[in-house]
């Protein structure tokens, strides 16, 4: 009784630690979108008139770097990604948990690695101090934001992952 009471409370902690921080990225994301937007729109006016706005093609990457790795965990979070499951609807309900939980099991690994060594990148990058072609911007700290961004990502994959593994307890 009370290790299943910690569990649940544990569980808790777990989705709104999760919540709070996918709500964060998600809105540092829209920022950076909306940037993106404001920034298109101002080199498509100012292109008519004079010259294209200089690294515009950096900072769009950049920026959308961040607004996608922003959006992965979010995205895991409400369960906004693709998956086909024509197959597995078929199966029993104890199959489809263990396919589940084998599946977020394997994300998890696999964006943990990602993070890892995006990071390790990243690192690399700021000790031989690499800088963006045009701009000369610092580009490290977009690579440690993707990097943070599969860490987030792993977060929720790991919050499924234990969910799948134990799930609640029907009430009769």
């Known amino acids: 009784m009370v290790a299943g009471q910690a569990r649940r409370l544990f569980m808790e902690l777990l989705s709104r630690i999760n919540k709070y921080v ?27 008139i004079f010259v294209p706005i200089p690294g515009t093609f950096e900072l769009m990457g950049y920026a959308g770097a961040v607004v996608t790795a922003f959006a992965l965990g979010y995205t895991q979070f409400t369960n906004g990604h693709i998956s086909v499951d024509v197959l597995v609807n078929a199966y029993p309900k104890p199959v489809k948990r263990l396919i589940s939980v084998i599946s977020h099991g394997v994300c998890c690994v696999f964006f943990g690695l990602a993070a890892w060594h995006v990071m390790q990148k990243a690192l690399v990058l700021m000790r031989v101090g690499e800088l963006s072609e045009t701009l000369r911007i610092i580009y490290y700290p977009f690579t440690l934001a993707v990097a943070f961004g599969c860490l987030v990502l792993c977060l929720a994959l790991v919050t499924d992952f234990l969910k799948a593994l134990f799930p609640p307890k029907e009430r009769s």
């Open 22 to 48: 996918n709500m964060a990225l998600t809105l540092t994301g829209g920022v950076f979108l909306v940037g993106m937007i404001l920034l298109t729109c101002a080199n498509i006016f100012v292109r008519q």
